[in-house]
């Protein structure tokens, strides 16, 4: 089973930007990655997705700010949060579906990070 590394997270003024890095171990290549994130006191949500020929879905409220980005020969999954709000501050969760079709990782995931938590002040 895959192991996934998150790192990135930490405090950043509203209209800023943080990185976010997941690593998946092992040969993990055809398989979708993508970040979900859960803010304090509300249902954990759906951020963005990469498939593994790097087709991309985000959600309505990262659309247009966050760039999520994959390097296949490293394993690892890019979320780049720019334009930070105050309500992006959440846990931000990196998961793998072993499917390589984007539509997939919506409804089930295989693999979990532990979480990196992402503040964002005024």
């Known amino acids: 089973q895959a192991q996934l590394v998150e790192s990135g997270g930490g405090e950043a003024q509203a209209g800023g930007s943080l990185t976010l890095s997941c690593e998946a171990s092992?040969?993990?290549?055809?398989?979708?990655m993508g970040w979900f994130r859960q803010p304090p006191g509300k249902e954990r949500e759906f951020v963005a997705a990469i498939g593994w020929q790097k087709d991309t879905n985000y959600a309505d409220s990262v659309k247009g700010r966050f760039i999520i980005s994959r390097d296949n020969a490293k394993g690892t999954a890019y979320l780049q949060m720019n334009s930070l709000k105050p309500e992006d501050t959440a846990l931000y969760y990196c998961a793998v579906n072993k499917n390589p079709r984007i539509s997939a990782f919506f409804t089930s995931q295989d693999y979990w990070g532990q979480g990196t938590l992402v503040t964002v002040s005024s």
């Open positions: 092992g040969r993990f290549i055809r398989h979708v």
